[in-house]
């Protein structure tokens, strides 16, 4: 159980590394028609890095579950059917980007009369992925952390004062996605990396406490499992 707790830690501090790769400038730019083709090799590296995230929260998911299983298995099997549901909508937002790509690289090398129309269409891929990918995929993650978080403070699995903050930056997080879902600001904004910084930090924390420390399964009846 420990060494699962220490594979766990470090995926989540691979999460946090991945995802920072997974940032796309050249799609989230206003000019992204002929940003995104320019910069068409990091895009694609995004991309891939998108897909390996998803793979990568799916396995701490699966770690997780067992430990769960036996504290609440209702609530654990929620956290796991939301942390599937959330990798889907990622990997939709994967396909999005990429698609986005192919109509940059249309626009850029097959000049044509009709930039309206492709403007459109570029408008609804674009807005469609940020609302896949950083509205509906954070806001469902988002229930799934918090699942994580409660379970997590109930057992004192980890300290309470890491799962308190992991809630609380939870919340903010999930707030930023609805303030996007309504255009109060964009996605690389500073208000929407200020609401994010919490849930980045505590990520962090718990990546290196479950590395270093493990579970604190002392008070728990499957502690000599």
């Known amino acids: 159980m420990k060494s699962n707790a220490r594979i766990a830690g470090g995926l989540i501090l691979l999460s946090f590394i991945t995802g920072l790769l997974s940032v796309s400038p050249g799609v989230d730019s206003a000019d992204y028609l002929t940003e995104a083709a320019g910069q068409s090799n990091q895009t694609i590296a995004a991309a891939l890095y998108q897909f390996i995230l998803a793979i990568i929260y799916v396995g701490i998911a699966l770690l997780f579950f067992p430990v769960f ?3 609440n298995k209702m609530l654990a099997v929620s956290f796991l059917g939301f942390r599937i549901i959330a990798t889907t909508l990622m990997l939709v937002g994967t396909v999005l980007l990429l698609s986005i790509l192919v109509l940059s690289q249309g626009y ?6 009709d930039t309206h129309t492709l403007h459109i269409i570029g408008n609804m891929l674009r807005y469609s992925r940020d609302y896949f ?3 509906f995929m954070v806001l469902v993650l988002g229930i799934s952390n918090l699942i994580a978080y409660y379970i997590f403070f109930r057992s ?3 300290p309470s004062w890491i799962s308190i903050w992991g809630m609380v930056g939870t919340l903010l997080s999930m707030t930023a996605s609805v303030l996007l879902m309504f255009q109060v600001f964009d996605v690389i904004t500073t208000e929407y ?3 994010n910084t919490p849930t980045a ?3 962090l924390l718990l990546g290196f406490w479950l590395i270093i420390k493990g579970w604190n399964t002392r008070d728990l009846p499957f502690a000599h499992e």
């Open 69 to 71: 299983s036996k504290l």
């Open 108 to 113: 850029v090398n097959h000049p044509t009369s």
């Open 133 to 135: 990918n950083h509205v």
């Open 156 to 158: 004192r699995l980890i």
């Open 193 to 195: 990396l200020i609401l």
């Open 201 to 203: 930090i505590v990520e």
